[in-house]
């Protein structure tokens, strides 16, 4: 079954603006990682960020965890039309073993 | 190195007959998970190998699917007895750590199982 949902679950954006996507999840987590999948390939992985942190930045990615809220959102900016892709959430640990339990995705379209 | 390759990229089968999906990981990875995905949907976790120990197949759907990898390195995937829900984009991930909860996993691009 999905840990949680992202949010939207479509996102359609002009190039050069920003990108944001969130995600929730049910339970206890030991990290959060947000993975992209272009269509019809694998997913690749983005970023982590464990529980105890709060926010990460990687290149124009920006990511945040509220573990009160068990809520994380991915920001991408100057979005470009080579980000076209769906973005998923993905939890790991806390008595789940060494598996990643997925989100349902945002499909994100970046338009020229 | 190369990346995690995952063959046949596409399968067609007939209801009932058998299947075997490869998945070869990246080289000296200790961790390999199967994921299955239906379109529109995220990955759905299957089966998780340490090496050549087979440590949770809690996501199995059914004693149709068997999975093994006896050398700690080549995965398969095999699906007796095809049913038309088992069509989907089946996954292979490796990750280098045997605490893959905690660090990134690598993807194939996956196998597209249709059954007819």
């Known amino acids: 079954s999905q840990q949680g949902e992202e949010d939207p679950q479509a996102l359609s954006i002009q190039e050069g603006e920003n990108a944001t996507m969130n995600c929730s999840y049910k339970t206890s987590i030991n990290n959060l990682q947000w993975y992209r999948q272009n269509s019809g390939r694998g997913l690749v992985h983005l970023i982590l960020i464990r529980s105890n942190e709060r926010e990460k930045h990687s290149g124009r990615l920006r990511v945040t965890l509220d573990t009160s809220k068990k809520s994380s959102s991915l920001l991408i900016t100057a979005s470009r039309a080579a980000d076209t892709a769906s973005y998923f959430c993905?939890?790991?640990?806390?008595?789940?073993?060494?598996?990643?339990?997925f989100g349902t995705g945002t499909q994100l379209k970046v338009e020229l | 190195g190369a990346g995690v390759s995952q063959s046949p990229r596409y399968k067609v089968a007939k209801r009932g007959q058998d299947v075997a999906l490869r998945c070869d990981p990246i080289?000296?990875?200790?961790?390999l998970f199967w994921y299955q995905q239906a379109l529109g949907q995220g990955p759905e976790f299957l089966t998780y190998?340490?090496?050549?120990?087979?440590?949770?197949k809690s996501g199995l759907p059914s004693d149709r699917f068997f999975a093994e990898r006896p050398e700690g390195s080549v995965s398969t995937l095999k699906i007796q007895r095809t049913q038309q829900e088992d069509s989907a984009v089946y996954l292979c991930?490796?990750?280098?750590?045997?605490?893959?909860?905690?660090?990134?996993?690598?993807f194939g691009d996956g196998t597209r199982l249709s059954i007819l």
């Open positions: 991930a490796s990750s280098s750590t045997d605490r893959s909860f905690s660090s990134p996993q690598h």
């Open positions: 190998f340490q090496n050549e120990a087979q440590l949770d």
């Open positions: 080289s000296g990875h200790v961790s």
């Open positions: 993905a939890t790991g640990g806390h008595g789940g073993g060494n598996k990643l339990t």
